[in-house]
């Protein structure tokens, strides 16, 4: 099979590394992709959201799945272009994309189907969440928990175009729940946490992810069920019936209150970086679950996944995600692989063999650990191979999850 992988991040890499190791693969391509992928597979430079672009790319190289990475393509229709020409897709079209595309689209059909979600307010008062309506790579979102968080708030929002959401705040853990999913098909991907705020401790903005780890304590096959009876199934009912059946990354970004479960928001692709942490525990052909679903058939499918723990750190630039970092030269990614940590590339350049920097989030360290204590040490230890000038990298990935674990309370 051949497979064209569109996006440039550390999920595509992830997703990359991952489809390599199927016994059907024939050849991988990637759009633009970059240097980690350039190992696996062909880049070509046409952009993620070049819908003409991946369409001439596509024919030229008789592509037979397209997999979309990031959510750009994907609420811009680029899935829809592809399918009418005949080529097969794993994403959604943009009526679904919708979910991700727009705050007050989701909110409207979680009502409809159902779905425990944050309340609306009318007003904005703190304690309380503002939510710019449209696509901003996480970073649309202000938590207000007091007078002054709100005002600031208030003016940043007024930088994104749409409406603001108002919504409650909601107090507990996060919990990202990924489901492959095929119109009303699913197939459930492990359990996985990010961390959204920039600092450790929580501090700070919202970035697009910092880290993440799988499984998570508490988190079950029960309860996953569980979850997608509640969330993602009525969600998946409720757009196959209005006409826009889901193919592609069902992801429900899921609070855990003392209410009970309520969703925080839907992404319409696999996370960054959960897929970082979710895939190296993934057995399986993955590639074989996305050309299925692709298909519109997931049958009887099942994919497996390793008792072994997960955890994901991201290097990201100094500034990140008020800025990024070009062109400084990185440095120990061949050392932190041989303690056998495995580096995803994000926003790295290659120039004249000098592998550099080129975005605010560079780099994914994942291991692997009988524990997440111990996936928690290896991942750190790898991440402490690499450097470039201005690294950095949050320090409590998982802590809390791993003290759990070791039975110290989080
Ligand atoms: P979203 O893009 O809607 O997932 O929001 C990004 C992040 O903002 C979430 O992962 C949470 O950390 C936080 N967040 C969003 N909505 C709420 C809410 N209603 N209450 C508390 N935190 C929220
Ligand atoms: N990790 C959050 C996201 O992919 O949106």
Redesign the pocket.
């Known amino acids: 099979m051949k497979v064209l992988i569109v996006g440039s991040g550390g999920r595509e890499h992830a997703l990359a590394w991952k489809l390599a190791q199927s016994p059907r693969l024939g050849e991988l391509h990637a759009a633009p992709g970059n240097p980690g992928i350039a190992a696996l597979g062909n880049c070509h430079p046409v952009r993620a959201d070049d819908g003409e672009g991946l369409l001439a790319l596509a024919h030229a190289l008789a592509i037979d799945l397209v997999v979309v990475g990031p959510e750009v393509p994907l609420v811009a229709g680029v899935a829809d272009q592809l399918r009418h020409a005949g080529t097969a897709v794993f994403g959604p079209g943009r009526e679904a994309a919708m979910l991700e595309g727009s705050?007050s689209f989701a909110k409207e059909l979680m009502l409809a189907a159902g779905v425990p979600t944050?309340k609306d307010l009318s007003e904005p008062a703190w304690p309380?969440?503002v939510?710019a309506d449209g696509l901003?790579a996480?970073k649309?979102?202000f938590?207000c928990p007091d007078t002054e968080s709100l005002s600031r708030a208030l003016r940043e929002v007024e930088g994104f175009p749409g409406k603001p959401v108002f919504?409650?705040?909601?107090?507990g853990e996060?919990l990202s729940m990924l489901v492959l999913a095929a119109g009303e098909e699913t197939l459930a991907l492990a359990p996985a946490q990010?961390f959204?705020?920039a600092y450790d401790g929580d501090q700070g903005p919202?970035t697009g992810g910092m880290g993440s780890y799988s499984p998570v304590p508490g988190i079950g096959q029960s309860e996953v069920e569980a979850i997608l009876e509640q969330v993602h199934r009525p969600v998946l009912a409720e757009l196959n019936d209005r006409g826009h059946p889901f193919i592609g990354v069902l992801y429900a970004?899921l609070?855990r209150t003392d209410e009970g479960l309520?969703v925080?928001?839907f992404?319409v692709r696999f996370g960054d970086p959960e897929t970082q942490a979710i895939l190296p525990r993934l057995e399986g052909d993955l590639l074989e679950a996305l050309a299925a679903a692709a298909n519109g058939d997931l049958g009887d499918l099942k994919l497996g996944v390793s008792d072994q723990a997960c955890v994901t750190v991201v290097l990201a630039a100094g500034n990140y995600p008020a800025g990024s970092d070009k062109g400084s030269p990185i440095t120990g990614i061949a050392a932190a692989e041989e303690t056998g940590a495995i580096v995803f590339q994000a926003g790295t350049a290659m120039r004249d063999e000098t592998l550099l920097t080129s975005g605010g989030r560079v780099l994914n360290v994942s291991a692997l650990g009988s524990t997440i204590a111990e996936a928690r040490e290896r991942a750190y230890a790898a991440c402490e191979k690499i450097s470039w000038e201005g690294m950095r990298y949050r320090t409590d990935i998982a802590l809390a999850s791993a003290k759990r674990e070791a039975g110290e309370g989080a």
């Open positions: 705050k944050a309380c969440v939510k901003a996480g649309g979102v938590v919504e409650e705040l909601l107090v996060e990010d959204k705020r919202n970004g609070m309520k925080l928001e992404n």
